[in-house]
C-alpha cells in the first residue's frame, strides 16, 4: 500500500483504520458518507402500533441492531407483551447471523434466512412462499432496501417499512470532494464500511453529478473496497464492477484485505 491514498467512508473507528493504513506505507482520507442517526422516539412507538394493529402476516428483519431497537421502544412505550405477540403470531423471516440471534432472545426462530447475510439470499430464501394479498413488515437500519420492497409488491402483498432511526445525510460538500477525488484518480481506492454510505454517494453522484465517469474510474484506476457481504452488494447495485472484501466482515479485515489486493498488483 506504499504510497496509495485511501479515501475511508466511515464516522467510527477511524483511528484504527488510518493506523493500519499507515503501517502499510499509504495515507487515509477521511471523507465521511454516512451521515448521522437519531432514534425517532414516540414517533417510533405510533408506527409500531400501526403495525400491531395489521396484524401482519410477515415480519421481515434485516438488522439485528434495529430488531433490538424495536424491542426497546417497545419497552419504552408500554407494548412489550402486543409486540413480542405480534411476532410470534407472524412468519418472521431474518437477513444475517446477528439478527437471528437477536431474535433468539424472544424465542423466535425465523422460517426464512438469508444465509449469506445479503438482501439477495434473504430474497431466495424467501422464493416458494405466497405473499399474495399478505400484510408483509420489513425492518430497516437505515438504508432502504428496493429491491426487496420490489419483490413483495410483485408478488402481491401490501408493504410497509419499519425504521427505528431517522438519518440526516451527510455533508453534500464532503460527498462532493470525495466525488473529484475518485473521477481525478486522486485516490487510489475508496473503502465503504456500510450500505447507506454507497446509498449517499451514489444518489448525490446520479442526482447533482454524472455516474459515467464514477463507474469507468472505479473500473479502472479506483479501486472499491467494501467491510463485508452487504456493503458489497450495495455497490455492485450501483453498477460497480469490481468490488474487494475481506471474508470477514471485520474494518481490520478490509483494509489488509486491501494492501493483499495491491500488492498482488505489483507483482
Given amino acids: 500500500m506504499h504510497g496509495k491514498r485511501i479515501a475511508l467512508c466511515a464516522s ?92 433468539k432472545q424472544i424465542g423466535v426462530t425465523p422460517v426464512a ?52 432511526y431517522r438519518h440526516v445525510a451527510p455533508d453534500e460538500k464532503t460527498l462532493e470532494t470525495l466525488y473529484n477525488e475518485v473521477v481525478g484518480c486522486e485516490v487510489d481506492a475508496v473503502c465503504f464500511t456500510s450500505a447507506m454510505q454507497v446509498r449517499f454517494f451514489f444518489s448525490f453522484a446520479r442526482e447533482k453529478k454524472e455516474i459515467a465517469p464514477l463507474l469507468d474510474a472505479f473500473r479502472t484506476d479506483v479501486v472499491a473496497c467494501a467491510v463485508g457481504k452487504v456493503t458489497k452488494e450495495a455497490l455492485e447495485e450501483e453498477g460497480v464492477d469490481r468490488v474487494i472484501a475481506p471474508e470477514h466482515e471485520r474494518m481490520g479485515a478490509m483494509i489488509v484485505t486491501l494492501a493483499r489486493y495491491f500488492d498482488a498488483q505489483a507483482l
Avoid at 444465509?115 to 432502504?144: M, P, R, S, W
Fill in 113 to 164: 434466512v438469508s444465509e449469506d447475510g445479503t438482501t439477495k439470499g434473504l430474497i431466495a430464501a424467501l422464493y416458494g412462499h405466497d405473499f399474495a394479498e399478505k400484510n408483509v413488515v420489513v425492518q430497516l437500519y437505515g438504508d432502504t432496501a428496493p429491491r426487496l420492497r420490489q419483490f413483495f409488491l410483485e408478488r402481491g402483498a401490501s408493504y410497509t417499512e419499519l425504521l427505528p
Fill in 12 to 103: 467510527r473507528k477511524l483511528d484504527e483504520m488510518t493506523t493500519l493504513i499507515e503501517k502499510q506505507g499509504g495515507t487515509a482520507i477521511i471523507r465521511p458518507a454516512q451521515g448521522t442517526f437519531f432514534s425517532k422516539g414516540s414517533e417510533l412507538g405510533e408506527e409500531m402500533r400501526t403495525v400491531i394493529a395489521m396484524r401482519p402476516d410477515w415480519i421481515v428483519f434485516t438488522t439485528g441492531i434495529g430488531f433490538e431497537a424495536l424491542l426497546e421502544a417497545a419497552d419504552r412505550e408500554g407494548m412489550a407483551a402486543q409486540w413480542h405477540r405480534t411476532i410470534k403470531e407472524a412468519n418472521v423471516a431474518a437477513r444475517g447471523y446477528k439478527t437471528v440471534a437477536a431474535l
